[in-house]
């Protein structure tokens, strides 16, 4: 698995198993500015899962109790992922600014890539105007 861009964090997180018995895993957590990657356990030369942030809509039903903080990723297909951290990590915040700032670039893309093409548009309808 490939990890583009430069590591924003990287530790460890609990992630609830889809098992009927729901039990929390130790996963080592590799954060990037394009990317969540999991892998189990605590090797990065193990397989791992990547979850890119275009396909992550948001970190939710953020809980803190005693000893932990819960949170979910909530991906594009809306398949919710839950996870836990000691209370002072805050990989919570972490990912969610991540995220932000992940979709922020990529509203700023959409938004030149549109100004492109309407320009281009605009600039191909004088043409045909001025045409004999």
């Given amino acids: 698995m490939k990890m583009p861009g430069e590591v924003i964090r990287e530790g460890e997180l609990e992630k ?4 009927l018995f729901q039990f929390w895993k130790k996963k ?3 954060l990037t500015k394009d990317s969540l990657s999991l892998f ?8 791992g899962k990547e979850l890119g942030f275009h396909s992550i809509l948001k970190v939710d ?16 297909d809306r398949k919710e992922i839950d996870f836990r951290c000691p209370d002072q ?4 915040a972490s990912i969610t600014m991540a995220l932000i700032d992940f979709q922020n670039k990529r509203a700023i893309q ?3 890539s ?8 605009g600039s191909q ?8």
């Fill in 28 to 30: 080592l957590v590799v």
């Fill in 110 to 112: 959409d938004f030149k």
């Fill in 125 to 132: 309808e004088r043409r045909l105007a001025r045409a004999p």
């Fill in 114 to 121: 549109r100004q492109e093409l309407e320009q281009a548009a």
């Fill in 89 to 92: 990590s805050c990989w919570n």
């Fill in 40 to 47: 189990p356990d605590g090797h990065r030369r193990a397989r």
């Fill in 61 to 76: 039903c953020v809980e803190r109790t005693g000893k932990y903080i819960y949170f979910t990723i909530v991906t594009t």
């Fill in 16 to 19: 609830r198993s889809d098992s």
